[in-house]
């Protein structure tokens, strides 16, 4: 762990008097679900898309029916997230509804349902511990101390120079490569949007990762820090050798025989059709 890089962060941070980060701590919508008017966050603001997601959305708009355009709405909020520096206001919001035909209600709905969409600003880099039992068990207090301590903030508190806010999902789905964090990287936009899984962390590799993020730079390893799957640590007990059988079909064989059975169907059709027209030929005459 980088000592200096740590000490920095706390500098600029903080904790004790970070008055912004404490307030801002619960508007999360894993918390309390209350708009509050704010200079960059206030229905009377303008919000669209760029030109580049325009054609994006629209693209998903286009894979439903005109009359289930709203089921849209998850992927296009999602867009819209990744273009607004990670959080959704409400003025973004009312512009989806507008697109969807919807009331603004119904948008306000899903982004204060889902954790995965942001209600008030986060830093450039997301950084999510997981917190469900598996990774409690392996650790994860113990990283979310780390990046805490490293940072200068708590849980839901970003970095004073907005580059890392740290949060908390609740199971990732690698639980067999427990502790793990996620990243949302928002520095490039949607355009070069990443959301990361890092598994297998110890407190000295989880702020090894964030120092690399810090730099600009992408981790050298995501997924697991010393697995290449999901598999027990010492190694996989199953399916080392080839299977004893029985074995599938030939597939390829089976195609073959299928497609020749329909040519066959196809030709004895057109044969018996043939042979109707001419019999109804020598009906009439």
Known sequence: ???NTTATY?????MNNNTNNNNDKKNY????MVHRDTAENNSEMKWSFNKENEKIVQEIIERY???YKRSAMIPMLDIAQQQNNGFLTV????HVAEILEVAPIRVYEVATFYSMFNRTK???YHVMVCGTTPCMLRGARDIEKALSDHLGVKKFETTRDGKFTLGEMECMGCCVNAPM???ADYTGGVEKYTYNYYEDLTPETAVSIVQTLAQGKVPKKIGSQIRNKAEPLSGTTTLNSDPPGPNCRDLQKLKQELEAAAKQAAADAAAAKAAAAAAAGADKK
């Open 29 to 32: 919508s894993v918390g309390l």
């Open 65 to 67: 029916p005109k009359n």
């Open 10 to 14: 706390k500098e600029k941070n903080n």
């Open 1 to 3: 762990m980088n000592k």
């Open 91 to 94: 003025s973004l919001m009312n």
């Open 181 to 183: 964090i996620a990243v």
């Open 122 to 124: 986060v830093g450039a």
